[in-house]
Nanobody, 126 residues
């Protein structure tokens, strides 16, 4: 059974940084495409970033490109999301999700991910 556990959320001032981690248990993280989604209060959940399995590429939504970096840490079986230059618009609950079978054209679609963590809250104050 795959289990995803996020950590690293918190309160930070605008312009600050946070490092989110998604710990994967059950199988090697390298066998999954792992994505980060976020959901702000009163809004739908949206895609943030993804890293494809087996050394595949990385993908970002436009408004986080150049600020966020997703990476796989195979030794720790985790996927991290480094978030720099945070703005209040980044405030949300951040979820990691994993899929063994997702194809590239579906990578931003939350319904294509079978496994989800419980979320970690990020609050950016102005």
């Amino acid at each position: 059974q795959v289990r995803l556990v996020e950590s690293g959320g918190g309160l930070v001032q605008a312009g600050g940084s946070l490092l989110l981690s998604c710990a994967v248990s059950g199988r090697s993280v390298n066998t999954y495409t792992v994505a980060w989604f976020r959901q702000a209060a009163g809004k739908e959940r949206e895609f943030v970033s993804a890293i494809r399995r087996f050394g595949g590429g990385t993908y970002y939504r436009d408004d986080v490109k150049g600020r966020f970096t997703i990476a796989r840490e195979n030794a720790e079986n985790t996927v991290t999301l480094r978030m720099n230059s945070l703005t209040p618009e980044d405030t949300a609950v951040y979820y990691c999700a994993a899929s063994e079978t997702i194809i590239l054209s579906s990578i931003t679609g939350e319904r294509h991910y079978a496994y989800w963590g419980q979320g970690t809250r990020v609050t950016v104050s102005s």
